[in-house]
């Protein structure tokens, strides 16, 4: 499994519209080949950054997405600048381990 984070450290006044983002495009990314799940991590304070957690059956998934048309469309129409303080950034894994309650 290969998993993004792609940390997004959104302006407070801001918040709303980037979540809007998202639930205007429930459903989609799931049409993608390997997509596995998504969360859309709130921070619980105002120096963490949203994280937008993706998980893909492998990287060449990940890859595929990223070249494709619904990516754009997903990306097109960003906020303004001025929605974003400094620090954002994508961080890509290979999941090595995993563990998951049973009876969940």
């Known amino acids: 499994m290969y998993v993004v984070a792609n940390r997004v450290p959104v302006v407070t006044e801001w918040a709303e519209k980037f979540e809007e983002r998202f639930r205007n495009r429930v459903g ?3 049409q993608q080949p390997g997509f596995l ?3 859309i991590l709130r921070p619980a304070d105002d120096d963490s950054p949203y994280v ?3 998980a893909w059956k492998d990287k060449a998934a990940f890859e595929s997405w990223v070249g494709s048309e619904d990516f754009r469309l997903a ?3 960003p906020l303004p ?3 974003y303080r400094e620090g954002g950034r ?3 894994h290979e999941v090595v381990i995993e ?3 049973s009876g969940s």
């Open 99 to 101: 563990a998951i309650a």
């Open 75 to 77: 990306h097109q129409n």
């Open 28 to 30: 989609q990314i799931d």
């Open 37 to 39: 799940s998504m969360q």
């Open 90 to 92: 994508l961080e890509r």
């Open 81 to 83: 600048k001025e929605a």
């Open 52 to 54: 937008v957690l993706t």
